[in-house]
């Protein structure tokens, strides 16, 4: 029997490449409506200056676009990539083309190699120009599983099931050793970390200090401490012990994982929205169930189907160049995890860390430190030009898509979709502006009323009809109201984090980072289809 032809995988190989498929359209959904104010040529963190940035320190013998690549992978490297506008414009053009292919290959149910590679290079192009807002591990893991996915589908045919192998034990068993290193790295960096993590305690905050809390995450943090510490016993098991349930070549032991695995993730999806992550983290566990299994989730027509490959034989001569494929596969895949190895055994331990520029293997964690007490920063405008008499100042709030505002609006639900701004803000409240020079330009933004930061960033913008003289930034400390009232937070101002400002004050920081002080009025079209 050959050793890189697995058998009995092949619904495995369709349930995992059209869930994939599904995901990276989500995230090409985000990237399409959020890349213009966020990385665009007049968003906060702009894209084309970054690249202009990277691309000024490297020597000119050494900045060719394939060199470059091969530091940053981007095709944004074949482009004019000092200039913003052909640089918004091709982000555009790829998440519109992302959205194209992963609909086709989750409507369709087929793809092959060109196809996922395609997929990968265009995600892999916007996350590596991304900076701050693709900061975060998903990242990475999206990179990672899609990259193994070239692997998993047929060469070139457009066939829903390989006719010449079966999928490959080799990507199986990297799927394998993805979710086995996720989980283990997950539980590994608690214990290492937040000592609420040993006493049992952790489930007494995170609910309520979570980055973007949903309506049930409320009625769970009222549950009783001891429910909260065999949530904490029940995490300890799921990421310490169950992993190594993947690794025991038995079928009951292999199910067991995966549907540990799968329903531990549905849980963390029902109780908050953390993206498309817990959304992602399924998949590689699809890959621990046989055909056996999933027999009895598809059609008779395609079970049929998967049993008359299942005994036939491929060509010898199309298996030899398949295998060797996948030999080096393996080798390169055993070579890249010798530092995410050292990484889990270390006690400096970190997480969501790549060690190569395409983030082939990677290594993952999450809440490895909990928040007690959640902060907010509130981002508050006026019309006032005199701030001499501060009780005679009305100052009027800004509102976000999730983020928790003001107290009496409903926590969201939009996993697995995402808002990158409401999440980076959730950290900024930890923080301080200084750190963070995107706030000073989104204040910016708001001071010149400009259109770009009302196109998917801000959901109520007080402000509509004229800009305001001043902004400030308060920052609140939240906790969830008693059950039975009439709003969902009580909150309580710890101080200023932003003193007042005006759009002068802040004009030659922005000049100096060489963003754009002139605002775009609304109703103008977007930067890039129209003249500066």
């Known amino acids: 029997m050959n050793v890189i032809c697995g058998r009995r995988r092949y619904l495995a190989l369709y349930a995992e490449m059209r869930s994939l498929a599904a995901i990276y359209g989500v995230a090409f959904l985000v990237a399409y409506n959020q890349n213009g104010p966020l990385i665009g040529s007049r968003g906060l963190l702009p894209a084309h200056l970054y690249l202009a940035r990277v691309h000024s320190r490297v020597p000119p013998t050494d900045n060719s676009p394939f060199q470059m690549f091969i530091k940053i992978p981007t095709l944004l490297w074949w482009t004019d990539f000092q200039d913003g506008a052909a640089v918004e414009r091709f982000l555009e053009l790829l998440s519109i083309a992302g959205l194209v292919v992963s609909a086709f290959v989750t409507l369709v149910g087929s793809a092959n190699a060109p196809i996922m590679t395609a997929l990968w ?10 900076q701050t807002w693709y900061s975060f591990g998903w990242e990475s893991q999206l990179l990672e599983t899609g990259f193994l996915a070239i692997f998993l589908v047929p060469t070139l045919s457009l066939s829903r099931l390989p006719a010449s192998c079966p ?3 080799v990507v199986i068993w990297a799927y394998r050793w993805l979710i086995f290193r996720i989980m283990l790295g997950a539980g590994l960096i608690k214990m290492r970390g937040d000592r609420c993590w040993r006493d049992l305690t952790c489930m007494h905050f995170h609910y309520e200090t979570q980055p973007v809390p949903n309506p049930l995450a409320f009625y769970l943090h009222k549950s009783p401490s001891h429910i909260h510490a065999l949530e904490v016993i029940g995490n300890h098991f799921v990421e310490l012990v169950a992993p190594f349930a993947i690794l ?14 799968i329903l531990f993730q549905v849980m963390l999806i029902l109780s908050g929205n953390l993206s498309f992550l817990n959304w992602l983290t399924i998949l590689p566990s699809l890959c621990l169930f046989d055909d056996a299994f999933y027999s009895k989730l598809f059609s008779h027509k395609m ?3 998967v049993i008359s490959r299942n005994s036939s034989h491929s060509h010898r001569k199309t298996r030899r160049c398949y295998n060797v494929v996948h030999v080096c596969l ?9 530092p995410v190895v050292s990484n889990l055994l270390s006690q400096s331990q970190m997480m969501n860390t790549s060690f190569d520029s395409f983030r082939v293997v990677n290594t993952y964690g999450a809440f490895g430190s909990i928040t007690k007490e959640r902060t907010e920063v509130v981002i508050e405008g006026t019309h006032s030009g005199d701030l001499s008499q501060p009780l005679g100042v009305e100052w009027v709030e800004y509102q976000f898509h999730c983020k928790p505002g003001h107290v009496g609006r409903r926590p969201c639900v939009i996993t697995p979709y995402h808002y990158r701004l409401d999440w980076l803000m959730w950290f900024a409240a930890f923080q301080n502006y200084q750190h963070n020079p995107w706030l000073v330009h989104l204040a910016g933004k708001l001071l010149m009323n400009d259109s770009i930061v009302h196109e998917g960033l801000i959901s109520h913008n007080p402000f509509q009809d004229r800009p ?4 400030r930034m308060q920052h609140y400390r ?9 709003v969902w937070w009580v909150r309580e101002l710890k101080g200023s984090y932003m ?3 005006r759009l002068q004050d802040l004009t030659p920081f922005l000049k100096h980072n060489g963003w754009p002080v002139e605002p775009q009025l609304q109703g103008q079209q977007k930067i890039g289809r129209d003249e500066l």
């Open 121 to 130: 290079l265009m995600y892999g192009s916007i996350v590596n120009v991304g």
């Open 167 to 169: 999928p490959s034990r």
């Open 248 to 261: 025991i070549p038995w079928r009951p032991a292999r199910l067991f994982a995966g549907i540990t695995q």
């Open 303 to 305: 079970t049929e189907d």
């Open 330 to 338: 393996g080798v390169g895949i055993a070579y890249l995890s010798i």
């Open 468 to 471: 305001p003289k001043y902004i």
């Open 478 to 486: 939240y906790r969830y109201a008693d059950s039975g009232s009439a």
């Open 499 to 501: 003193p007042p400002v």
